[in-house]
C-alpha cells in the first residue's frame, strides 16, 4: 500500500526547532522528487521546500536560511529541519511525492505545526 506519513509536528516557542518527518511505505522515495507545503487557517496551501531525486535542494523565500529539507535514502524518509521558527510558520504541513515520468502524486495527511509563546 503507497502511503506518506508526516510526523513530528507540535507546539515550540518562537526561535525555536522542529524537525518534520515525511516516511514513505509501498514505494521508493529517493526516486521521486519530494516537496513540503502547509496551510494555516483561512489561507491558501503555500510550498515551502523541495528536493529532487538529484539532491537538488530549493526553498520558498519565507523560509529560506531557516529550513532544510534533506532525505535518508536508507530510511526512505525526507526531513524538514525548521529553525528560528516564527509564529507565522504555524500551519498544518504536508509532504508531497511526485513523478511526473510515472504520473505519481501522493500526499501525507499532514502534521501541525504551531508556534507561539
Known amino acids: 500500500q503507497v502511503q506518506l506519513v508526516e510526523s513530528g509536528g507540535g507546539l515550540v516557542q518562537p526561535g525555536g526547532s522542529l524537525r518534520l518527518s515525511c516516511v514513505a511505505s509501498?514505494?521508493?522515495?529517493?526516486?521521486?522528487?519530494v516537496n513540503w507545503f502547509r496551510q494555516a487557517p483561512g489561507s491558501e496551501r503555500e510550498w515551502v521546500a523541495g528536493?529532487?531525486?538529484?539532491?537538488?535542494?530549493i526553498y520558498g523565500d519565507s523560509v529560506k536560511g531557516r529550513f532544510t529539507i534533506s532525505r535518508d535514502k536508507a530510511e526512505n524518509t525526507v526531513y524538514l529541519q525548521m529553525n528560528s521558527l516564527k509564529s507565522e510558520d504555524t500551519a498544518l504541513y504536508f509532504c508531497?511525492?511526485?513523478?511526473?515520468?510515472?504520473?505519481?502524486?501522493?500526499w501525507g495527511q499532514g502534521t501541525q505545526v504551531t508556534v507561539s509563546s
Open positions: 509501498g514505494f521508493t522515495l529517493s526516486r521521486y522528487g
Open positions: 508531497n511525492a511526485i513523478d511526473v515520468r510515472l504520473g505519481a502524486n501522493y
Open positions: 528536493i529532487t531525486s538529484g539532491e537538488h535542494a
